[in-house]
């Protein structure tokens, strides 16, 4: 609170930068301090004129912290594009096994930079009193395949199973053979082309992470190459597309690899244009 002669005033300011701003005052009369004597003297219409023009000079003060309130938005917005660049650039790489089967605290797992999948078996037993030892009934499996993100939160489930029982441990070793080979053209490269569906799970912001791209369009940046002009422009150079991949079609149903041409200058795919 500050004193000032006739009135005191509460500040209530506060800024965060690309976040928000007030700017709030509380006016407040002071009968000890305050001396009216000279507009008590007045007729009732000049005090009311007199109203009217103070009231005046305060919208124009209050017009005038708009405007400068219009230029903090302004710096505001650029403030938080550089934290939300800084936020895309900080984020790690996500871990993975390169494709490579390994040991979990429960069970195993494999993953690259798109995909990972997990499973774990656990024995069920109950006491044998003649044996006088634990004999296994059955065997619970529960697997699963998940994005592999760096957000590490909130991974799309893209297949699984939930404590599916056995009561014969080849036959459940025979299903999760069976569900490892079936994923299995989803663990053959480090960074696998991403689903439309799951690209949002590799963004930043609405950016998509570096060493990534998603099927149905070129890499474009690789087309254009970098910034230094590692490609000149007006060549022509091979990129992964999608487009193309997805009508080559293998007799198992997953796609095959295939290259479109993409100019540098544009990142247009000839194979695009011609259709």
Known sequence: MEMKKGYSVYEHDRLEPADGMRIERKVYFEEKTADISGLTTLPLEQL????EEYAAAEQAAFAA?????????????????????????????????????????????????VYQMRYRVSENTRYDREK?????????????????????????????????????????????????????????????????????????N???????????????????????????????????CSRYESRRQSRRGRPEYGFCEADAATGTCASEERE
Not at 48 to 51: G, I, K, Q
Not at 222 to 227: F, Q
């Open 48 to 51: 009311r004129a007199l109203r």
């Open 132 to 204: 006088e030892k634990s004999i296994p009934y059955s065997w619970t499996l529960s697997w699963s395949i998940y994005t592999n993100s760096p957000h590490q939160y909130g991974q799309a489930k893209i297949a699984g199973q939930e404590r599916k029982v056995f009561a014969d441990k080849a036959a459940m070793e025979k299903y999760l053979n069976g569900r490892i080979k079936a994923y299995a053209h989803l663990f053959t490269e480090i960074s696998p082309s991403i689903p439309q569906e799951y690209a949002e799970h590799f963004k930043v």
């Open 206 to 240: 609405g950016q998509l992470l570096p060493g990534y791209f998603v099927e149905g369009e070129c890499d474009r940046q690789a087309c254009v190459g970098s910034a230094a002009g590692e490609i000149p422009l007006g060549t022509v150079r091979p990129t992964l």
């Open 65 to 113: 912290l708009q405007q400068q309130a219009a230029a903090w938005e302004e710096q505001a917005g650029k403030t938080l594009a550089i934290d939300k660049a800084i936020e895309y650039v900080r984020t790690p790489e996500v871990k993975h096994t390169a494709n490579q089967w390994e040991a979990a605290d429960y069970g195993k797992h494999i993953s690259n930079r």
